[in-house]
């Protein structure tokens, strides 16, 4: 099962998208989304609603990804 932070990977490099230009257009830094992607951070609702939106995928098909997500121990 993937991650939140491994489906967003996906959903970005589909749309040949930077982590740069995906961080400008859901106003974060560019190290967030590294760090989403990762799996060291978790987004808020409030920024997975907004990555739902630039990537083009169902904020639920996100959210039901946290259910697999947790950060990265150590």
Do not use: C, F, H, W
């Not at 932070?5 to 982590?19: F, H, N, P, S, V």
């Not at 609702?45 to 098909?61: E, P």
Request: aromatic residues 2%; neutral net charge.
């Amino acid at each position: 099962m993937s991650t939140i932070g491994q489906t967003i990977k996906t959903a970005r490099e589909m749309r040949k998208m930077t982590q740069e230009e995906l961080a400008q257009k859901v106003r974060v830094g560019t190290q967030t989304i590294e760090n989403y992607e990762s799996g060291e951070q978790i987004p808020s609702t409030q920024t997975i609603l907004k990555l739902s939106t630039v990537l083009d995928i169902a904020a639920s098909d996100l959210l039901d990804k946290l259910k697999n997500s947790e950060p990265a121990k150590g």
